[in-house]
């Protein structure tokens, strides 16, 4: 059974801090990842996707993927009240045409 | 570009009856992916068709199905419906690619939200 694993939370910081969200994956084949964002009763929206080893830099948005530890992060700088959130990590299945997502961890900036 | 669009937004069912719900793409995704999200659960893969074939299913029961249109549009049914059917129903599209690049990125609609009574 291929799982995505991630800390519920609430995860709590105060505004202009740095969150950083966690997330473990077991299918070592795994070669895309996804992390999203979703607000309380709406759909989730895609903040960034990453396929390569180390850092991706999107804005206030930094992904890092290490295969060999099979963990990837989100770090999110400058926090802000509107980032309070459900962070959803999502992992495609090697070899399919499926992705698994974590349960989310729950962002909450306090302001 | 136009979004994923999914309708209706919102239904109400009773225990036994069916349901099906729609979804469209955004326009060149030929891949459309069906997730039942509930609060116990988290987002749980349903089944994922390209270009009018179901390739991936995931482990729910025969009562629910699908199926793509030759324009990618997509349906989902479920028959029978139980109280542990209420839920947010989400569609996603991508162009269906195999992995390790931008092309198997998903993009969600806005859900149908569905009340089983």
């Known amino acids: 059974q291929k799982e995505v694993e991630q800390n519920s939370g609430p995860l709590s910081v105060p505004e202009g801090a740095i969150a950083s969200l966690n997330c473990t994956y077991s299918?070592?084949?795994?070669?895309?990842f996804f992390w999203y964002r979703q607000y309380s009763g709406k759909s989730p929206e895609l903040i960034m996707f990453?396929?390569?080893?180390g850092d991706k830099e999107d804005g206030r948005f930094t992904a890092q993927l290490n295969k060999a530890s099979q963990y990837v992060s989100l770090l999110i700088r400058d926090s802000q009240p509107s980032d309070s959130a459900t962070y959803l990590c999502?992992?495609?299945?090697?070899?399919?045409?499926?992705?698994?997502f974590g349960t989310g961890t729950r962002l909450k900036v306090l302001a | 570009k136009a979004g994923v669009t999914q309708t209706p937004r919102y239904l109400i069912k009773t225990r036994g009856q069916q349901v099906t719900l729609s979804c469209s793409p955004i326009?060149?995704?030929?891949?459309v992916s069906w997730y039942q999200q509930t609060p116990g659960q988290g987002l749980q893969f349903l089944f994922e068709?390209?270009?009018?074939?179901?390739?991936n299913k995931g482990n729910f029961p025969g009562r629910f199905s699908g199926r793509q249109f030759s324009n990618s549009r997509s349906e989902m049914n479920v028959s029978t419906l139980e109280l542990g059917d209420s839920a947010l129903y989400l569609c996603?599209?991508?162009?269906?690619?195999?992995?390790?690049?931008?092309?198997?990125?998903?993009?969600f609609g806005p859900g149908t939200r569905l009340t089983v009574l």
């Open positions: 068709y390209f270009s009018e074939t179901q390739r």
């Open positions: 999502a992992v495609k299945v090697s070899g399919t045409y499926k992705y698994i």
């Open positions: 299918d070592r084949g795994s070669q895309s």
């Open positions: 326009s060149g995704h030929r891949s």
């Open positions: 996603a599209s991508s162009f269906g690619a195999s992995g390790g690049s931008s092309t198997d990125t998903q993009y």
């Open positions: 990453i396929y390569s080893n």
